[in-house]
């Protein structure tokens, strides 16, 4: 069971639990963010990568992962990946540069965020034109420097039994 609540007004907090790993609606959440920058911590990054595959093969959409072996890899069409994107600033150069519609995963790893890479993220969070398209950054932890948060969308999974206490048959309990 899937069950959204706001955070602030820039983020959202899912949660699932049992077997159920991905958010409901969590795609149409990252497309119907009002930044282009969105931040999720999750701690299923894997599965969330496997569900975008699945998303992107089903929809037909641009949906990209970042490694640094590979650079920019498309999750549609096996095997493409995108020339001169090993490095995480050529990467969002080319984000920032393609004027077309696009979902672009990168992993939420403290030391890649250099003074470089920060000031291309604010540009993307900030940038209003040039088709539609999203930076996903995701992770286990979200480390993100101030003031990228404040301009990023934020959604926050967390899986398990809600911290939040119910009255069921007469008790309190948690969940």
Do not use: C
């Not at 701690?43 to 970042?66: D, K, V």
């Amino acid at each position: 069971m899937t069950e959204p609540a706001a955070i602030n007004e820039s983020g959202v907090l899912v949660r699932t639990s049992g077997e159920e790993r991905i958010p409901e609606r969590l795609y149409e959440q990252l497309l119907d963010s009002s930044s282009n920058l969105v931040l999720i911590e999750t701690p299923f990054a894997t599965e969330l990568i496997a569900h975008m595959r699945l998303m992107a093969q089903r929809r037909g959409h641009s949906i990209y992962a970042w490694n640094q072996e590979t650079g920019l890899a498309s999750l549609r069409e096996h095997g493409i990946t995108v020339a001169g994107s090993k490095r995480l600033s050529e990467a969002l150069r080319f984000v920032l540069q393609s004027g077309h519609f696009g979902v672009y995963i990168f992993p939420a790893e403290r030391n890649e965020f250099t003074p470089q890479v920060l000031a291309l993220m604010r540009q993307i969070a900030r940038a209003k034109e040039g088709g539609d398209k999203r930076v996903v950054i995701m992770g286990a932890t979200l480390d993100v420097p101030s003031p990228l948060d404040r301009l990023a969308h934020v959604i926050k999974h967390r899986h398990g039994p809600s911290e939040r206490l119910r009255l069921r048959d007469g008790r309190w309990i948690r969940g």
